[in-house]
Structures are given as C-alpha cells and as structure tokens.
C-alpha cells in the first residue's frame, strides 16, 4: 500500500496541482512518506505500538503536507483531498490496531 498510496498522491499532485511546486516541499512530502513508512515498518514487525505510532504521526505529517499542496476546487481537488483523508484515517486505524494488539 505504501508505493500504491505515494503514486496516487504524488500523481494526483502533479495533475490538480500542476508544476509550480517548489522542490523543498515535494521533497519534504516524499521524505516525510517515506520516513514514517519505514517507522512503521520498524515497529510493527516486533510489534512496538509506541514507534508504529511515531511513524503514524510522520505519515499523517506526510498527508497534511500532500493535502495543503493543492490550491483551488473543483472535482478533481475535492478527490485528492478525500484520498488523502481516506489515508489519514487508515493511518489511525492501523495504529489503532497496531495498539491493541501489542500493547
């Protein structure tokens, strides 16, 4: 789901939000991604709920920096942003499931 989510996010970017990003935020946007996908991973695999919830947090960091990238209505921006929404609550209910599993 990680690739599948940053290809949605980054390409639905590029077609509401156009070209006129600027190069510290979408590299902010991947980094923060990535980041808190592999602290997630860290810490789901040995099953610490406290780090899959730091890298929850990243994540959801990540989406708030995804989501504010796009400027404008319509449609198409009222679908990314509800992608991303879909995403921060699937971020929550994981870490939420991370939680009472192994805590």
Do not use: C
């Not at 590029?14 to 980094?31: I, K, P, T």
């Not at 997630?40 to 709920?49: A, E």
Request: hydrophobic content about 60%.
């Amino acid at each position: 789901m990680v690739g599948v989510g940053q290809i949605v996010l980054a390409g639905g970017q590029a077609f509401v939000g156009g070209s006129d990003l600027a190069s510290w935020r979408v590299w902010s946007e991947v980094m923060a991604w990535n980041l808190g996908s592999g602290i997630v991973l860290v810490g789901g695999m040995p099953g610490i709920p406290v780090v899959v919830a730091v890298g929850g947090l990243v994540l959801l960091a990540a989406l708030v920096l995804f989501a504010t990238a796009v400027r404008g209505g319509g449609a198409a921006v009222g679908l990314y942003r509800f992608f991303t929404l879909f995403l921060a609550a699937s971020v929550a209910v994981g870490v939420g499931l991370s939680a009472v599993r192994h805590g």
